[in-house]
């Protein structure tokens, strides 16, 4: 089985940053894709970045420029950089794994994005 961790949410002003990270532990495959994901309230969960263990990445259009994904294969672990955060980055961030045609969640971090 597969455990996801996500720390690093909070509160922030408007233009601020924060970094989220995700440890994944358990049965990990060298080949996999970690990233993130993330619920506002009343809308349908949402990609915001992925990336996989060969370095690839992809970004929704309303991060791309202003959030960064990388990850640490040694340590299983997955970061979310998140710099000029604005109100609607609100959300939940959900960090998952897919690996062997699962998808494997963690529980959620809150952001909390004032105007």
């Known amino acids: 089985q597969v455990q996801l961790v996500e720390s690093g949410g909070g509160l922030v002003q408007a233009g601020g940053s924060l970094r989220l990270s995700c440890a994944a532990s358990g049965s990990i495959r060298s080949i996999n894709v970690m990233g993130w994901y993330r619920q506002a309230p009343g809308k349908q969960r949402e990609l915001v970045a992925v990336?996989?263990?060969?370095?690839?990445?992809m970004y929704t259009d309303s991060v791309k420029g202003r959030f960064t994904i990388s990850r640490d294969n040694a340590k299983n672990t997955v970061y979310l950089q998140m710099n000029s955060l604005k109100p609607e980055d609100t959300a939940v961030y959900y960090c998952?794994?897919?690996?062997?045609?699962?998808?494997?969640w963690g529980k959620g971090t809150l952001v909390t994005v004032s105007s």
């Open positions: 998952a794994i897919s690996q062997d045609g699962m998808d494997y």
């Open positions: 990336m996989t263990s060969g370095g690839k990445t």
